[in-house]
């Protein structure tokens, strides 16, 4: 066995000296990187404090003018479509026709039943001459009571016969005139179904007819605006693309069910005096004044996007930081935004410099006003 010389003293003095030297440059490392991180920035921003005002805004909304009647023209019984005359557009008058259903087997169900009826108008002929004849020889006793009886049942039943069969081709006839679809109304046709060539159900629409005359403006309306509009108030509705043409409205109809995907409810306004070129499917403003309600508003340079929503920075003074928050529009212009929900009386609300802030920055408020 080796065996290893012993460490001197002066060996363990250098190592300890060794270990603390390196500890003291660890050290004095920390600290410097600690006095070379650069401090948190602080950017100012201008803000404004929240009030609630009441407000009687005018709010806009987009819709779209429809007839106020559409009448969905459909055949009354199932067969193949062999052809449709009109298109999307096209203007139609009552009776004119509209499809047509491949008429093959009504034709043969009709000629069927012109057989039957002519087979039943020969029995009914040779049951009435067996009666005149019975009748005859019972009066001179030749035939016994009960066979004039059975010639009698036999002519009602003949009779009868001729009847159902009849109304067998009527039934025929009349499914042979279903496979022609007419106009019921008057108008023009803003929508189409199957094309020719496909087996269509009964009652399944053909064309979708937009009665002529009185035309509403249909608009899809937030709740907040739906309970706040006054009642019977007046609408300004305006083209899309014309502001200038116009016409005023007047409620006529209001969905008491909101839409499950979008929370609107339906409005329908009836368009007074329409000028022509506010066609049926035209794009339209309607304009209304709401009630005087108490409302926040802010500016709309404060809006940020914040997980596919709206929202705004809401100041901290404690912190001295901001923090994103969600908000609900009501209504909004150019310079303005009134809101729903999501702010309150004494939030203080960034209105400058929003686009370069994060949360929990810290910032410097420049300048505070009320909203």
Not at 205 to 230: I, L, N, T
Request: glycine share 6%; charged share 20%; with cysteine.
């Amino acid at each position: 066995m080796q065996l290893q010389p012993a460490a001197t003293p002066r060996t363990s003095a250098r190592g300890a000296i060794t270990l603390l030297a390196l500890a003291t440059l660890t050290l004095l490392s920390a600290c410097r990187s600690g006095d070379d991180a650069p401090a948190a920035e602080v950017r100012p921003v201008r803000a404004i404090t929240i009030e609630t005002h009441a407000v009687g805004d005018t709010v806009a909304l987009t819709g779209r003018v429809q007839a106020q009647t559409e009448i969905n023209q459909s055949f009354r019984i199932d067969g193949r479509m062999i052809e449709r005359t009109v298109d999307v557009g096209d203007t139609v008058r009552p009776g004119q026709l509209l499809a047509r259903l491949d008429p093959q087997n009504e034709e043969s169900g009709r000629q069927a039943a012109r057989a039957q009826l002519v087979a039943a108008q020969a029995q009914l002929v040779e049951a009435r001459n067996n009666h005149q004849r019975m009748r005859d020889l019972v009066a001179e006793n030749a035939v016994s009571r009960a066979a004039f009886d059975q010639a009698v049942a036999l002519l009602q039943t003949a009779e009868s016969q001729v009847e159902a069969v009849r109304a067998n081709l009527a039934l025929a006839e009349n499914r042979l005139s279903y496979t022609r679809l007419f106009a019921d109304v008057a108008g023009v046709v803003t929508s189409r179904g199957p094309e020719p060539g496909e087996v269509v159900s009964a009652g399944r629409m053909v064309v979708q007819v937009a009665r002529e005359g009185s035309r509403d403006a249909v608009f899809d309306v937030p709740a907040q605006v739906k309970d706040s509009a006054p009642r019977n108030s007046d609408i300004t509705v305006a083209l899309v693309d014309d502001p200038k043409v116009t016409a005023a409205g007047k409620v006529r109809e209001v969905s008491p069910r909101a839409d499950p995907v979008t929370g609107t409810f339906a409005v329908r306004v009836q368009l007074i005096d329409p000028p022509p070129t506010m066609r049926l499917g035209s794009t339209v403003t309607g304009s209304v004044k709401l009630d005087a309600v108490p409302a926040i508003q802010v500016p709309a340079a404060a809006l940020v996007r914040a997980d596919g929503g709206t929202a705004v920075w809401v100041y901290d003074a404690t912190a001295g930081t901001v923090s994103s928050r969600s908000i609900t529009v009501l209504s909004s212009n150019a310079t303005m935004v009134q809101v729903a929900s999501g702010l309150n009386n004494g939030d203080v609300v960034v209105v400058a410099g929003v686009q370069a802030l994060r949360p929990g920055q810290k910032v410097r408020l420049l300048e505070t006003t009320q909203s």
